[in-house]
C-alpha cells in the first residue's frame, strides 16, 4: 500500500461543476503539499498546509490531522483547470524529511 | 516562474555513456533536490542537497551521483546510464524547510 493515496485517479467534469480531490495518507506528517502539473509537464505548487483550511481564488485545501485526509477543492472549474494534481506529505522538519507524492490526479475539465 | 532552470530539457544518450544534467537557480535556496517521474509512480527522490557539498542519498540514488559546488548549481550525473534510468528528471528548490518547493520544467531522457 502506497503511503498516499488518491483518488479519484481520473476525473471528467463540466466547466462550472464543483470539484473534489481526495488525498489519503498513512505515516505522520509535518505537512501536506498540493501541487498541479499541466500538460506541458511543469509543477506548481498550490498549497502547504498542516492543518486546517487555504484558499486562493477557486482553489480550496483542507487537511484533518485525525483522520489523515486531505482534500482539494475546485470552484467553478474551468477547462484551463485541466492538469495532473498531485498530493506530497513531509515527514518532519528535519534536513532527512522527505517529500511522498500521491499518484496523482487526472482532471478534465470540458467546455 | 522563480529562478529556476534546467538543462538539457531533452536528451537522448545510450547505454553506457555518461550523463550529466544541471538544475540552475538563482534564488540563493538552501535546500536543492532530484526527482526523477515514471509512470505508475509519484515522483521519487534521487538525492538532495542541504548546503554546499551537503548532499544525501533519497529513494532511488542507485546509479545516480550528484555535487553541489556552490549554491546555485546542483548536478545530477548518471555514471553509465540504463534504460531503466530512462524518465522525466525534476529539480526542485526549498529556501527552508517549513517553506514550499518551486520546481523546474523538467528533463525528459532517454537511454537507447
Known amino acids: 500500500k502506497n503511503e498516499v493515496e488518491q483518488s479519484p485517479q481520473n476525473l471528467t467534469a463540466q466547466e462550472g461543476e464543483f470539484i473534489t480531490i481526495n488525498c489519503s495518507y498513512s505515516v505522520g506528517i509535518s505537512a501536506l503539499h498540493w501541487l498541479q502539473q499541466h500538460p506541458g509537464g511543469g509543477i506548481v505548487s498550490l498549497f502547504m498546509?498542516?492543518?486546517g483550511k487555504k484558499k486562493h481564488g477557486r482553489l480550496i485545501a483542507t487537511i484533518n490531522i485525525q483522520e489523515k485526509h486531505s482534500s482539494l477543492h475546485i470552484t467553478a472549474s474551468h477547462p484551463r483547470d485541466s492538469a495532473v494534481y498531485i498530493c506530497?506529505?513531509?515527514?518532519?522538519?528535519?534536513?532527512?524529511?522527505?517529500?511522498?507524492f500521491g499518484e496523482g490526479t487526472q482532471l478534465t475539465v470540458n467546455p | 516562474d522563480a529562478g529556476i532552470t534546467q538543462s538539457p530539457r531533452h536528451k537522448v544518450t545510450e547505454t553506457g555513456t555518461p550523463v550529466t544534467l544541471r538544475c540552475h537557480q538563482t534564488e540563493n535556496h538552501r535546500y536543492m533536490y532530484w526527482y526523477r517521474q515514471d509512470p505508475g509512480h509519484g515522483l521519487r527522490l534521487i538525492h538532495y542537497s542541504y548546503g554546499v557539498k551537503d548532499t544525501d542519498k533519497g529513494e532511488v540514488s542507485d546509479g545516480y551521483s550528484v555535487s553541489r559546488s556552490k549554491t546555485e548549481d546542483f548536478l545530477l550525473t548518471l555514471e553509465s546510464a540504463t534504460s531503466s534510468q530512462t524518465s522525466v528528471y525534476f529539480c526542485?528548490?526549498?529556501?527552508?524547510?517549513?517553506?514550499?518547493?518551486?520546481f523546474g520544467s523538467g528533463t525528459r531522457l532517454t537511454v537507447v
Open positions: 506530497a506529505v513531509k515527514d518532519g522538519e528535519t534536513s532527512g524529511s522527505r517529500l511522498t
Open positions: 526542485a528548490i526549498s529556501e527552508s524547510l517549513a517553506r514550499s518547493y518551486t
Open positions: 498546509l498542516s492543518s
